[in-house]
Structures are given as structure tokens and as C-alpha cells.
């Protein structure tokens, strides 16, 4: 069982910065197998992919309509990810979820993560 708890969302104005933050617990976790990713829901859409990391190599998976302005990491030692956004606009507001799945082959698909946090809001104001 894995638990992943989101913080760092808030209210901010377009072309700020916020920083997420997304702890990951449970002992099944694998730093060789899993993927942990970032997904956001604004009102009356669909969830989306935003971005995404591999754990044991660190390689990164981003929407196009994140490309150049959000950047996730991790921490190997603090079992930790943050997504590091820039120059937010007004339709990056919605809930960001993060997940995270063994063996994941498509990062950008939700079906592939087995657990999910319960989200924090990110609100981009213009």
C-alpha cells in the first residue's frame, strides 16, 4: 500500500510561481520500478497529464502545454516530488493530483498509476 499526500497548491496571480510537493509512504514502493506523476482536473474537464518522473533514472515526461515552464523532481532520500511551475497562466488553475504505479508503461495515462493523493488547488488569477 502507497500513500501519497499533495501540498503546496494556493491562490496566485498569472506569471507567479508555485511550488508542489507530493510525499510518497509505504513500504511497497519502488524506487526501481515506480513512476510518480503529476495530473490536474480544472472544473468541468476531463483529468489531464502535466508531468511526470521515472524513479531510478530520474527521466521527466511533460504536457506540451507545460513544456519550458513547470519542472518536476524528486528526492531520492526524503521520498519526495515536486513540480516547480513558472510563468503560471490563468488556465493552469484545477486540482493537481499526484499518482504514482509499478511498471508504468505510458506516463501520460491515468489508468497506468494504482494510487492517488487527494489533490491540492491551484488557483491562477488574472
Known amino acids: 500500500q502507497v500513500r501519497l499526500v499533495e501540498s503546496g497548491g494556493g491562490l496566485v496571480q498569472v506569471g507567479d510561481s508555485l511550488r508542489l510537493n507530493c510525499e510518497v509512504f509505504?513500504?511497497?514502493?519502488?524506487?526501481?520500478?515506480?513512476?510518480v506523476g503529476w495530473f490536474r482536473q480544472a472544473p468541468g474537464k476531463e483529468r489531464e497529464f502535466v508531468a511526470a518522473?521515472?524513479?531510478?533514472?530520474?527521466?521527466?515526461e511533460y504536457a506540451d502545454s507545460v513544456k519550458g515552464r513547470f519542472t518536476i523532481s524528486r528526492d531520492n532520500s526524503k521520498l519526495t516530488v515536486d513540480l516547480q511551475m513558472n510563468s503560471l497562466k490563468s488556465e493552469d488553475t484545477g486540482i493537481y493530483f499526484c499518482a504514482t504505479g509499478r511498471n508504468v508503461a505510458s506516463a501520460m495515462m491515468s489508468s497506468g498509476y494504482d494510487y492517488w493523493g487527494q489533490g491540492t488547488q491551484v488557483t491562477v488569477s488574472s
Open positions: 518522473i521515472r524513479w531510478e533514472y530520474g527521466t521527466t
Open positions: 509505504g513500504r511497497t514502493f519502488n524506487r526501481y520500478r515506480n513512476t
